[in-house]
């Protein structure tokens, strides 16, 4: 065996161990319930991006879904109006963009219906504190017609 | 005569100061509810022809609220009696030019065209923000239920109140926050 052959093998042999290594540490013997945060930290000229496991703020306040087959909404017979803007913020990230449907773990007509309903809040500027960071948080000093109070008849929404 | 009934006489053949509130309120419901207080047809002794009706005062009437994308498809018309003399006004036009004006023409337009009619708009006080003349104010003695409830904003919650709100649903395994 020539060194060259010998030193490829190695290396070979070496990727193996490292992969080995990978498995070993992403197999846990009880599923981790925990969300991920992306954090950047600055410091002079270094930015440090880091994901870090943290525990879900929701968990102590999750309501409990008994019904076994039923998604968490349909289970918790809630008519949610565009108004309840606590229950509709659930559904959407800090931009204000709606969650999809693996995600929200909702079934298709639900999913539909609350996404509807995300549209009709954000369009009555009822959750100005979730949106793009570039947008205008106030709805007042929104161009035109847009900026005076609306509301909206969530019979309107077709639902199959 | 009781004491009830002796107050109800005099609230029947006084005029009555009512306040209210059209914050989030749609124009032209709140018109339908005005009108009767305006013309007095709350009363038991109302007749087209007896001068009972009350007055109403009307806050915060820049803050009225509209159906879906309404403000952008009412069209108010206008023509000025020459040729060429028509003109189309946009709800929400007519609204940054004098927030008053909307609910004013709603509840002209929900009473019927009769000689009382320029009378009974006298009696209606609008005001686009709760800022009233004192005068005015002292006369109050009733305030008329909104028809619709305002709705509060997110922001306007304690931040605490928002994240003990209870959870329909959590976040997947290894979900990124964003
Ligand atoms: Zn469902």
């Known amino acids: 065996m020539s060194f060259f052959m010998q030193n490829s093998l190695r290396n070979i042999l070496n990727t193996r161990i490292l992969i080995s290594e990978n498995i070993k540490r992403n197999i846990f013997a009880s599923t981790p319930l925990a969300v ?41 017979g809630l008519d949610v109006k565009h108004t309840d803007v606590l229950i509709l913020s659930q559904f959407i990230r800090s931009d204000g963009c709606m969650m999809p449907k693996r995600i929200t773990g909702l ?48 019979t309107t929404i077709k639902s199959k | 005569m009781s004491t009830i009934k002796r107050v109800q006489q005099w609230a029947t053949f006084a005029r009555i100061w009512h306040i209210y509130d059209a914050a989030w309120q749609n124009p032209f419901e709140s018109a339908k509810l005005l009108r009767k207080y305006l013309m007095g047809m709350h009363k038991p002794i109302y007749h087209p022809l007896n001068d009972c009706g009350d007055h109403v005062i009307v806050i915060n009437s820049k803050d009225i609220a509209l159906p879906g994308d309404e403000w952008k498809k009412r069209v108010y018309f206008h023509h ?41 708009m006298e009696r209606l006080h609008i005001f686009p923000d709760s800022n009233i003349p004192e005068n005015i104010m002292k006369n109050v003695s009733n305030q008329l239920q909104q028809l619709r409830p305002k709705p509060t904003r997110l922001d306007s919650y304690d931040e605490k109140y928002v994240k003990e709100f209870p959870k329909i649903i959590d976040y997947p395994k290894d979900y990124i926050l964003r």
């Open chain 1, 36 to 76: 991920k945060e992306i954090r950047t930290v600055e410091n002079g000229k270094d930015i440090t991006i880091s994901a870090e496991i943290i525990e879900s703020e929701r968990k102590p306040f999750l309501v409990e879904n008994n019904s076994g087959h039923a998604c968490p909404l349909c289970a918790s």
């Open chain 1, 107 to 154: 079934c298709n007509k639900q999913q539909r219906r609350i996404s509807s309903l995300v549209t009709m809040a954000q369009k009555s500027g009822l959750m100005p504190n979730i949106a793009p960071p570039n947008s205008k948080r106030n709805p007042q000093t929104r161009f035109g017609w847009k900026k005076f109070n609306k509301y909206f008849d969530e």
């Open chain 2, 80 to 120: 000025t009696g020459y040729p060429g003399g028509a003109s189309w006004t946009l709800a929400w036009e007519l609204h940054t030019k004098d927030p008053t004006l909307v609910l004013k023409k709603a509840v002209y337009n929900s009473m019927k065209g009769n000689l009382q009619r320029r009378y009974t």
